[in-house]
T-cell receptor
Framework: GAVVSQHPSRVICKSGTSVKIECRSLDFQATTMFWYRQFPKQSLMLMATSNEGSKATYEQGVEKDKFLINHASLTLSTLTVTSAHPEDSSFYIC?????????FGDGTRLSIL | DAKTTQPNSMESNEEEPVHLPCNHSTISGTDYIHWYRQLPSQGPEYVIHGLTSNVNNRMASLAIAEDRKSSTLILHRATLRDAAVYYCILPSGSARQLTFGSGTQLTVLP
């Protein structure tokens, strides 16, 4: 079946650091990729929708200058958390799709000290 | 956007069938019904989707009410690995975005 690879799986870094998370669709070309965030014991919250070659569409309340999304190809999207602070600590999950369904990565657990 | 309502939690015994209900009384005629599940510390996993007719795949069955205002995900023989949060979602928006509610936490008892 379709596979989405997300890297790294876990990051621990100091406050003020920028962190890049990669999301790759390994065996299909994704027309759309999505980025989600999930805090402990809560559900997934959509952060942004990304199409290859165009600017991402951010959900209300998500700072586009803090969460930079680059969707350079049909198989790769990156999320950069700039100048991360402890409140940005969360589980970040990407998904990719070329229609139905969405295929999810295994997530990146980001811990900011 | 059409919303869904699911029980917060359900329990099942191993190797028995599980029926997970979902209410979506404001569903529109073109809304598909999707089910995903999320195992602990993992990203969600697609389970099944349908529009009007009942659907079967290797993971589960989806029974859709005739008026489409409710649906039921059926796991025919629950295993311990089926313990997860199950989400019933009606994708919306131009990109068919998924809005995750709180889902149903399924506990499978050995």
């Amino acid at each position: 079946g379709a596979v989405v690879s997300q890297h790294p799986s876990r990051v621990i870094c100091k406050s003020g650091t920028s962190v890049k998370i990669e999301c790759r669709s390994l065996d299909f070309q994704a027309t759309t990729m999505f980025w989600y965030r999930q805090f402990p014991k809560q559900s997934l919250m959509l952060m942004a929708t990304s199409n290859e070659g165009s600017k991402a569409t951010y959900e209300q309340g998500v700072e586009k200058d803090k969460f930079l999304i680059n969707h350079a190809s049909l198989t790769l999207s990156t999320l950069t958390v700039t100048s991360a602070h402890p409140e940005d600590s969360s589980f970040y999950i990407c998904s990719a799709t070329k229609g139905i369904p969405q295929h999810f990565g295994d997530g990146t657990r980001l811990s900011i000290l | 956007d059409a919303k869904t309502t699911q029980p917060n939690s359900m329990e099942s015994n191993e190797e028995e069938p599980v029926h997970l209900p979902c209410n979506h009384s404001t569903i529109s005629g073109t809304d598909y019904i999707h089910w995903y599940r999320q195992l602990p510390s993992q990203g969600p996993e697609y389970v099944i989707h349908g529009l009007t007719s009942n659907v079967n795949n290797r993971m589960a069955s989806l029974a859709i009410a005739e008026d489409r205002k409710s649906s039921t995900l059926i796991l025919h023989r629950a295993t311990l690995r089926d313990a997860a949060v199950y989400y019933c979602i009606l994708p919306s928006g131009s990109a068919r975005q998924l809005t995750f509610g709180s889902g149903t936490q399924l506990t499978v008892l050995p």
